[in-house]
């Protein structure tokens, strides 16, 4: 169990998984939580990075910072996904071994994956194929993360974690139509088209891909689980384990935000990986199952995001 009181640093605590975390902590009792800014520290820069540990030695750190985005921004920018990703675990993971760190838990994405890998995907599945090529600078920056999370508990005994989320979403997402990820993107193009009286709505690719949805706060919930009960060299998935297509995702919002739209495929975009589900029955067995059902999810979600507009703070 970790120390309540100890000090925790969530780094990446802006983004929809980091602010998630912050508010799990708080609620669990955390006291003393650090973060920093992406304008104060850039964690792309080891001594800068050595030099804020040193000063605020936290006991405890949960990496969740990157540059992240969807299916076209991955494309697009293969490069900046893998070199800031890569840059950005490297030197929390050295300098959280420099200073001692007691419990350091990594944030990976279920695209590591081999875009052929048995469906749902076990744990044994890293490595065993080619990536799937839109996310793969991403990806490659991510293994890269899991195998210094377990070369440093090899070579150095630090009790570094690492946790294998799918495709997330919930308060906070970026809603950002070109950048962002399916679930908010859609939730957005089918609110303006009602906002604007407009009827049709389009939707990238073919509709058949199929994907697995965890509302952020479950992944929270499920994090604090693993830093509490979890100390082994094995990433362990976090997921539903239910998936369905990108079809009855853009259904489910269309019935919930703008019933009587048509939905168009636009088939000249991407489809990315066919399916990518996660086994998660090493995480089952660990005592943690997921509890928000992506109906409900969606509906919270879909009022955070319309509150959030009203307010003029939604990340557009
Ligand atoms: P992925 O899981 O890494 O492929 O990430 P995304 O969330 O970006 O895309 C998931 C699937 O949804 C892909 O098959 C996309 O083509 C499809 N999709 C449909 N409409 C959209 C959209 O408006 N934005 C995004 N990002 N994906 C979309």
Known sequence: ML???????????????GSAILRRLEDEGFTDLRTVGRDQLDLRDQSAVDAWFDAERPRYVILVAGTVG?????????????YDNLMIHGTVVHA???VGVGKLLYLGSSCIYPRHAEQPITEEALLSGPLEPTNEGYALAKIVGIKLCETYRRQYGCDFISAMPTNLYGPGDNFDLEGGHVLPALMRRFHEAAQAGVDTVEVWGSGSPRREFLHVDDLA???????????????????????????????AIRDLVHPTAT?????????????????VSKLEALGWMASIPLEEGLRTTYDWYV?????????L
């Not at 969807?70 to 893998?82: C, D, K, Q, V, Y």
């Open 3 to 17: 120390e309540r009181s100890a000090p925790v640093f969530v780094a990446g605590h802006r983004g929809l998984v």
């Open 70 to 82: 969807g299916i076209l921004a991955n494309s697009t920018r293969p490069a900046e996904f893998l």
């Open 96 to 98: 959280s071994h420099r």
């Open 221 to 251: 919930d499920a994090c604090l689980h693993l830093m509490d009960h979890y100390s082994d060299a094995g990433h362990v998935n976090v997921g539903t384990g239910v998936d369905g297509t990108v079809r009855e995702l853009a259904e």
């Open 263 to 279: 939905i168009e495929f636009d088939t000249s975009k991407p489809d990315g990986m066919p399916r990518k589900v996660l086994d």
């Open 307 to 315: 509150n959030a507009l009203r307010k003029g703070d939604a990340r």
